[in-house]
């Protein structure tokens, strides 16, 4: 699905870079579910209900809740911001601006809508009065509707913004992500896939692998912790380097 | 506590492990990298790949500069209109005790014996001298009974005056 008003634009992000990785067990009927669209089980907080929490927190002047908010948010707020703003320069910037506007707002926010939909508003608004200090044309808002927010996700049509370098490390991730889970084992490469990109619940995964719900917790942790083990040097922060 | 933070991140922790697990998560920095790097493998499985591995220390920095927010706390909408049905309810009783109240203060007009039994009428209120008596005789037995103290108790008293039979 190409986002509305991105049609004319060029992208230059090799392929194999973009491309998720696809596990062969999800190729089947499962691959099309877009994640995060179920509704939680009983019982389970689900992902809004966490970002409340952490706002909550950060209402009650716990500054290290929202640190997470932005470690969670931050690049899906610059993927938005760069349909808006070309120099990725600019759009850290503006992200940043963003999360400040945020933060100081906080005290107004009630939770009517979803954290990422009020903080899409006002990274949209940052950047449209960004535009305007500079001279340039902001986008109208018919362009971007308070509704992309949730479905963001699933936009393909990104404008390409990275300069070489940036590309080069944008490969260098995706390639060190795809080998990682290519190099797990069988079932915890499918536990994390039917996860990430098919968006099932652990219960429904412990019934497709046939296998008890805390297994499939057990899988997908541990997944997570050998990917996340390959990108740490690239960090900085190896686990034994740390503490 | 990664396990507890990789569930956490996929909704698959109830409210009570949830809330401890934010809670450990925003007390450790190890915990608060292994949330971002989770994200971030979410992110390039979905074909989302970052630009850099780098945490936003920018937006980090420019958040510690700022003063912390305090928002007031919310009221949950149970509590208040809890509040609202208990002083409706205090208010209701309030005139129910006040009109019962009311209505005994009236009937407790007419004695006891008489409101239990109506053929008991309660006695006359105003009292009639009997024939013949004069106002001026009524008049003088009141004076003399009277309990409070009159003028003329007050008069001075000369101690020093002997009597004038013993000064003879």
Known sequence: ?243 | MTQELSSLMDGELAADEAQRAITACCGSEEAKVDWHLYHVIGDVMRGHSPRSLELPKGVVEALKAQPTVLAPRRIPQVTLARVAFAAAASVATIGVVGWIGSQGAREETAPVAARSNPAIQPVANTVTLPQGTQPLEVQAYLNAHRQLPTPEMYRPVNNNRAPAAATR
Do not use: H
């Open chain 1, 1 to 243: 699905m190409r986002a509305k008003g991105m049609k004319s634009l060029t992208f230059i992000i090799p392929q194999e870079a973009k491309k998720p990785f696809v596990a062969p067990a999800t190729q089947g009927g499962l691959a099309g579910l877009a994640p995060f669209q179920k509704p939680p089980l009983q019982g389970r907080m689900s992902d809004r209900e966490i970002d409340q929490q952490l706002v909550e927190k950060a209402q009650r002047g716990d500054k290290q809740a929202f640190e997470m908010l932005v470690r969670k948010y931050q690049r899906k707020l610059e993927r938005l911001l760069s349909r808006v703003i070309r120099d990725p320069a600019e759009i850290e910037d503006v992200a940043q601006e963003a999360f400040i506007k945020a933060y100081r707002a906080l005290p107004n926010f009630r939770g009517d809508s979803a954290f990422y939909t009020w903080l899409y508003r006002i990274g949209i608004n940052t950047a449209k009065n960004y535009l305007i200090a500079l001279g340039r044309r902001a986008p109208t808002s018919t362009e971007f509707d308070s509704e992309e927010a949730e479905g963001f996700e699933d936009a393909a049509g990104l404008r390409d913004i990275n300069t070489p370098e940036s590309e080069l490390a944008t490969k260098q991730i995706a390639q060190t992500v795809n080998d990682a889970i290519a190099a797990l084992p069988e079932e915890l490469r499918t536990a994390i896939t039917l996860r990430e990109l098919d968006g099932l619940s652990y219960e429904e995964i412990a019934q497709i692998m046939n296998c008890p719900i805390g297994t499939v917790r057990s899988r997908i942790f541990r997944a997570r912790e050998a990917v996340a083990e390959k990108l740490r040097p690239q960090l900085g922060t190896s686990k034994d380097k740390r503490w």
